[in-house]
């Protein structure tokens, strides 16, 4: 290889070069295309819940924003945005009793089966949500437990509770233990180093991985689909709207839903990239 | 290391909830589909029994082997039209943008959408692809068609165009974070050594994305195997999937022992692909060691 470069540099390198920039340029290109292909139907929701006309087709219209004024009127869907935030919040809230000391034992306690228990817990990740909603309803049903939204929040806390051990594990296992020793050795019982060394440290772990959760219970339909009862989460009303066919009003959700979670996700990165303060 | 009483009850109290949850919510609803998964149908319900007559059915009836294997097929595709996509553009992040502040802003850009509504990602392709709907009303139009086609929407191709763009971010994770654990100057060694680019793509930055593509795929392939929202949106009867089959056995066709069966060939085809690919993965760690 030496020899070649040797033998003829200017040439190689200039065709090398050549290459070098036309792969640049037709790489930006189809990374142009792929950008495209994620944004346009995003866009293509947005436009049409301002179009006036119950059809979706081109060419536009008018502009109007009926459909945002019919929402607010929907009574079935006021009420599922309501459960929806019934059922994130309180899934939310057991992920985090479940799931931040499943996280701090998985890395600091020895017990038998750790790893057997660590399989268990990420399961829910790796396997497709139909199969948490098929199992857990079996559970149900056996125990004679009627399907209601209680019931969609046991199976989205014991779905997303692997959120929230990865989170919070992988910002415990970056976490500088000596912080801890010193306070251990200043006299701090066990129980006030944790609330005030190691909590304040994972804090913005436990919050990060609570928004994510709380934004996928609040889309989840997997689970929702078998566990739900006669009400409605948001993403189930709005699966049921679809069988009787396209309407713009679903576009107006679906754009405030996709403002809603960039809200969120904007703040939950913030808060997972900003390790301590 | 010795516990002492005292750290032994706090260690006792930290793992209780947790344990107990996972147990009463995991461990015992898988057992459920595993032993339900040899029961017997009977009408209206099913009986106790340890046959193997639903997994001998699922594996002979034309009907059950046809979803299985159109299931690996599509989730086959997906992932491969995902990598065709994701490579060459994280490709052109990692590599080609010199600024880390755009780079991360449009990685973030692919990421984000994973958060948005999958529903409503999958719903607006049906709005797209309809023969009343957006790529119809654009292609007549601008006179390429004379009236609108059905051709887009309800088949194969509609299920891997919007599975595709559902999970493509799920592609360019991985392959993002091995691109850019590359060291930089190993790419440029081999310039040095007077390798050309298209050679140094082959023998260095292709075997060292390995891990990302496996990781990539495997995620990709896994998501679409497990999918029914995709084939109920925009899949039509030739896009049914293996979880379609399993939801209307615990619906309409009331056959639990059977969907329970099906449950658990998914869990296993899962499960084998991510432990087969976590073994790939640890080995082309090993190649770089």
């Not at chain 1, 009862?229 to 754009?255: K, Q």
């Not at chain 2, 958060?115 to 292609?139: M, Q």
Request: net charge positive; hydrophobic share 50%.
């Amino acid at each position: 290889m030496t020899t070649r470069a040797r033998k003829n540099p200017t040439t190689a390198s200039t065709i090398d070069r050549l290459v070098e920039r036309f792969s640049s340029m037709s790489l930006a290109g189809f990374a142009v295309l792929v950008m495209t292909f994620l944004y346009l139907p995003i866009l293509i929701l947005v436009i049409f819940s301002f179009n006036d006309d119950r059809s979706l087709t081109l060419p536009l219209s008018g502009f109007t924003t009926r459909w945002y004024v019919a929402l607010f009127s929907n009574e079935d869907l006021l009420e599922a945005i309501f459960n929806s935030f019934y059922v994130a919040t309180v899934a939310t809230v057991i992920t985090l009793i479940i799931g931040v000391p499943a996280a701090i034992a998985l890395d600091r306690i020895e017990f038998p089966g750790k790893t057997l228990f660590r399989r268990f817990v990420l399961l829910p990740i790796a396997l497709p949500g139909v199969i948490t909603g098929v199992s857990m309803l079996n559970l149900f049903k056996l125990m004679g437990m009627n399907l209601s939204l209680e019931t969609v929040i046991l199976g989205h806390a014991t779905g997303l509770v692997s959120i929230v051990v990865t989170q919070v594990f992988a910002r415990l296992q970056r976490m500088n233990r000596s912080v801890e020793e010193v306070s251990a050795d200043l006299g701090a019982k066990p129980w006030q180093t944790f609330f005030l060394v190691t909590l304040p440290n994972i804090k913005t772990a436990i919050i990060g991985s609570a928004l994510l959760s709380f934004t996928v219970s609040f889309d989840e339909i997997p689970v929702t689909f078998f566990l739900t009862g006669r009400d409605n989460t948001l993403p189930m009303y709005i699966w049921s709207t679809l069988r009787r066919g396209i309407t713009p009003e679903i576009n107006a959700v679906g754009t405030l839903i996709v403002l809603g979670s960039l809200v969120l996700i904007f703040i939950s990165v913030r808060m997972l990239r900003n390790p301590g303060n | 290391m010795k516990l002492s009483t005292r750290n032994r009850l706090s260690a006792a109290g930290i793992l209780s909830l947790p344990v107990l949850w996972t147990t009463v919510f995991l461990f015992i609803p898988y057992a459920i589909i595993f032993t339900y998964s040899f029961y017997q149908k009977q009408f209206p319900t099913f009986v106790p029994a340890f046959q193997f007559g639903n997994y001998a059915l699922i594996f002979t009836d034309p009907q059950y082997v046809q979803v299985l294997l159109r299931t690996a097929k599509i989730a086959l595709i997906v992932a491969a039209c995902a990598l065709f996509l994701a490579y060459p553009f994280t490709y052109f992040l990692v590599f080609k943008i010199k600024s880390p502040r755009v780079r991360l802003m449009l990685y973030m850009a692919v990421i984000v959408p994973l958060w948005v509504s999958y529903l409503l990602r999958a719903y607006t392709w049906k709005t797209i692809l309809g023969s009343e709907g957006v790529l119809n009303s654009f292609l007549v139009m601008i006179g390429v068609l004379d009236q609108p086609s059905d051709i887009f929407l309800y088949n194969q191709f509609s299920m891997v165009v919007t599975l595709t763009y559902i999970f493509v971010p799920f592609m360019v994770m991985p392959i993002y974070t091995s691109m850019e654990k590359i060291p930089r100057n190993l790419i440029e060694a081999s310039k040095d050594l007077g390798v050309g680019p298209f050679r140094t793509f082959l023998k260095v930055t292709l075997p060292l994305t390995t891990p990302g593509i496996v990781a990539g795929a495997t995620f990709t392939y896994c998501l679409t195997f497990g999918d029914f929202i995709a084939s109920f949106l925009v899949g039509g009867p030739d896009g049914l999937m293996v979880a379609n089959v399993i939801t209307s056995q615990f619906g309409a066709a009331l056959n639990w022992p059977l969907g329970s069966a099906l449950a658990i060939i998914m869990l296993i085809v899962v499960l084998t692909i991510i432990s087969l690919s976590d073994r790939v993965e640890r080995s082309g760690r090993l190649d770089l060691a």
